[in-house]
């Protein structure tokens, strides 16, 4: 990166002002003054006024359309993971919560811990809608349960919110405010069901539209 860039970026000086403090001899790098034109490496150091600078990292987040069958880990033990479908540039980021092995859909990866944690703290009760299809009609009264009262689990009430997708009874939108391990199949579980397909389309903001599967895009 150019030096006048790089100060400029460091410190919120103009372009021109950059230069300026250049010419007068008050940016050095790894010690020893600059001209206008002199580059920064990666590993050097820079200091204006005797002070070091260095430009904001930029974080980075992205979108991923999970497909069925990947693992949100770097460790797949023998499982395909969804760092897989990444170039490289992108294994530094971290899912945040997560999808299991079987379920797609919306996936978010970040370097932001603070986004991380608004997104995944209990206080801030971020929503979070999936599609699913059960291997048999849910029963109203069942749906009633889920929607008015919530089902007990060894990890405490789980409570849910049931809108059907389709006249068959077997295809629900569920939204939800929680995030415990495999909450939604346990829940239906509970009742005799069984989850053939989840797939989570809205995390709080992000919402999945029409990502294809398997392809991901930076969030803005």
């Known amino acids: 990166m150019r030096i006048n ?3 400029a970026s460091a410190t919120g000086l103009s372009r021109r002002a950059a230069d300026r403090a250049i010419g007068e001899g008050r940016v050095a790098i790894n010690g020893k003054p600059v001209e206008l034109g002199d580059s920064v490496a990666d590993n050097d150091s820079v200091t204006l006024d005797g002070r070091p600078i260095a430009p904001a990292i930029k974080s980075r987040t992205i979108m991923l359309n999970k497909p069925p069958g990947y693992v949100c880990s770097r460790n797949g033990q023998g499982s395909q993971t969804i760092y897989d479908l990444l170039p490289a540039e992108y294994h530094a980021l971290k899912p945040v919560g997560r999808l299991d092995k079987n ?6 990866l970040t370097d932001d811990g603070d986004l991380a944690n608004q997104l995944t703290h209990p206080r801030y009760a971020k929503t979070k809608v999936y599609e699913i299809k059960l291997d048999n009609v849910l029963e109203p009264l069942h749906q009633q349960m889920i929607n008015d009262h919530g089902i007990q689990l060894d990890d405490g009430r789980s409570q849910l919110s049931l809108m059907k997708l389709s006249d068959t009874g077997k295809d629900w939108q569920v939204t939800m405010q929680e995030g415990r391990n495999r909450q939604i199949r346990r829940t239906l579980e509970a009742l005799g069901y069984a989850v053939s397909k ?17 392809d991901y895009r930076s969030c803005i």
């Open 5 to 7: 860039k790089y100060v």
């Open 103 to 108: 379920s797609s859909g919306l996936i978010l």
């Open 198 to 214: 989840l797939r989570r389309t809205n995390f709080g903001s992000y919402q999945l539209e029409e990502l294809t599967e398997g």
